[in-house]
């Protein structure tokens, strides 16, 4: 397992490292978001999702919706799932076969991510964030 740490400033820095981060992934491909509120998970995802289907793309949070699609990317917000025997009713694993699957709150299905997901680890440090890739 190999890690990397990412010091991130400020909001720019963070969509220029989830920028990078996106033309590194190819489907399928699981990145799993960890984080506390108000991290950042959900301005990665968004901006990985941006940067691979176009600037323009409108990317709300999953959080009641749970899944939003975008032509072979899957953004899941798994933070209201109670049981992960909700994950097959949601699609999740037909996504994580087929996708580039973006996953926050993953915690609930860590039995059922790929062994070669990517983990994203992000936490405060100073006023900017720390993200720590696992793969």
Not at 10 to 28: G, I, K, S, Y
Not at 36 to 63: C, F, H, N, W, Y
């Amino acid at each position: 397992m190999s890690e990397q740490m990412h010091i991130l400033n400020n909001v720019d820095e963070m969509r220029r490292f989830a920028a990078e981060f996106a033309r590194t992934l190819t489907a399928p491909a699981c990145v799993a978001l960890h984080g506390d509120l108000g991290m950042g998970k959900s301005e990665i995802a968004r901006t990985v999702i941006q940067t691979l289907r176009g600037r323009d793309t409108v990317v709300p949070s999953p959080t009641f919706t749970i899944v939003q699609s975008y032509d072979g990317i899957s953004h899941f917000d798994l933070y209201r799932i109670e049981d992960a025997s909700e994950l097959a009713e949601i699609g999740l694993a037909h996504a994580l076969e087929n996708d580039i699957t973006l996953i926050e709150w993953p915690e609930i299905a860590a039995g059922l991510l790929p062994a070669d997901a990517v983990h994203l680890y992000i936490t405060a440090h100073g006023d900017g964030r720390k993200v720590v890739v696992s793969k």
